[in-house]
């Protein structure tokens, strides 16, 4: 089974068992995400830090969606509103599919 835990705040972690055994965990932050996050926390106290764990794909999306407004060429790796809506559709359609599976 696969399951996961927001913890509230900016730490999360996944797991993965077999029976009562945990073959995985991740965790986020991981090691290296969290000197980011110490170090923009440091440099920017007054924002959530919740936003600090997400700071490189921010980061990337803005860049990617920039170049996108200046050369109007599709913004690599970046989600369209027909990918949007039909992902909406997906969870839609799920939805009490999996809230069945977890009564």
Partial sequence: S???DRCGGSTSYATVTKGDDELFRYYMP????KKLVDELTA???TAMPYFFTQDPDYITVK????????DGLPAEGI?????AVETLRVAE???PILQEQLK
């Fill in 79 to 83: 989600a369209t509103i027909g990918i």
């Fill in 93 to 95: 359609y799920l939805t």
């Fill in 43 to 45: 440099k920017y106290p």
């Fill in 30 to 33: 991981d090691e290296d995400d």
């Fill in 2 to 4: 696969v399951a996961a």
């Fill in 63 to 70: 860049e990617r969606v920039a170049k996108h407004t200046v």
